[in-house]
């Protein structure tokens, strides 16, 4: 529900309806700006009848969301979230951010490679699979724990703020101590024994989007993280599950402009695992910048024929930085910031 308060209303009149709706175990998330009081309210209000709340003075409106995601909804928080990372690197809002790196960290020799010249192009953050939950159990599954560091090192050594996907809630403390962003996984959105555990992160969450989630179930597995206290979470649109075969995904871009509508959450595009293929991701990434994504997370790789996964949808160090100029020309016109 949504109450807003007559124009004049007291203090003392706002204190005493929301004495009422906490003494029911409901949350009250103020939204308030400097023109009118508005307040939502969060919990199970099946059984509280919006007409007994004009029974309080100051009441002017009570509207009944139907929503299911309370939090992550825009009815609740009308102004974009903005996540602050450090003070050059806000995500969502007029900057662009650019996540690069490769699929997978693979040696100390091959992510200092990467991350100085995806630094150099331009990119915000350094991404690199430490676990690597992959289809096939025969497949390369990560360095684990001494990914981790070498990611934190690397990171330190150029600047770059480390992002990196979480298989499971036991190595949340592990995370905590080495990443500035933890990633979710397509195969974890629903995992809610994860998504609890991320609630009670202090860190900022990248949730990719399921194969074959609707935009609703999406939204409801960022309301899972918010709903345990951590509301940094930025949503990621990586490509969804359909019957067409020459891309390895389907890339949902109005998926951004859906979420846009219905939340205040940043949304960012994986063109990578979107197209399974290197040659669209700069075209997919232009397409991204101008639907309003607040930024990109990017497979790059300075020998993608021996990479150890993913090779064929990472780009070269040379077409990485050329995308990134083409980006940068682009934004300009659009009124967006990269660099």
């Known amino acids: 529900m949504i109450v807003q308060m007559k124009k004049g209303s007291t203090k003392k009149e706002y204190e005493k309806l929301v004495e009422f709706l906490q003494a029911k175990k409901l949350e009250i998330i ?84 990467i991350a100085k010249a995806v630094k150099k192009s331009g990119a915000h953050l350094l991404r690199g699979g430490a676990y690597k939950p992959r289809t096939s159990p025969y497949a390369f599954q990560g360095l684990e724990l001494e990914g981790l560091k070498l990611l934190k090192k690397i990171g330190e050594e150029t600047g770059l703020k480390i992002v990196t ?20 996984g397509a195969r974890n959105m629903q995992n809610f024994h994860l998504l ?48 067409e075969k020459y891309t390895r995904n389907t890339l949902d871009i109005s998926a951004v402009l859906a979420v846009k509508e219905l939340s205040h ?37 300075h020998d993608p024929e021996h990479a150890l996964s993913d090779g064929a949808q990472s780009l070269k160090l040379n077409k990485f930085h050329q995308m990134m100029e083409e980006l940068e020309k682009v934004s300009t016109v659009l009124g967006k910031t990269i660099k």
Not at 77 to 102: C, N, R, W, Y
Request: glycine share 8%.
């Open 196 to 243: 609890k555990a991320l609630g009670k992160s202090t860190k900022p969450i990248l949730l990719k989007r399921g194969l074959s989630s609707t935009i609703e179930e999406w939204l409801m597995s960022a309301e899972y993280i918010m709903a345990g206290g951590n509301e940094k979470v930025i949503l990621c649109e990586r490509g969804i599950r359909t019957f």
């Open 30 to 113: 103020d939204a308030s700006s400097d023109e009118m009081r508005v307040f939502g309210i969060i919990g199970d209000t099946s059984s509280l009848d919006p007409s007994d709340l004009y029974a309080f003075d100051g009441v002017k409106e009570v509207t009944r969301v139907s929503t299911p995601f309370k939090k992550a909804s825009r009815s609740f928080k009308k102004h974009d979230t903005i996540i602050e990372l450090s003070d050059e690197v806000k995500i969502g809002g007029d900057q662009f951010v650019v996540m690069a790196g490769p699929c997978s960290v693979e040696s100390e020799e091959q992510l200092r490679i």
């Open 265 to 301: 959450l940043p949304v960012i595009i994986d063109p990578s695992h979107a197209a399974g293929r290197w040659n669209m991701i700069e075209k997919l990434s232009l397409a991204s910048l101008a639907v309003g994504a607040h930024g990109l997370i990017v497979e790059v790789h």
């Open 165 to 184: 996907e979480i298989p499971s809630a036991d190595l949340l403390p592990l995370f905590e101590e080495y990443v500035d962003v933890i990633q979710v």
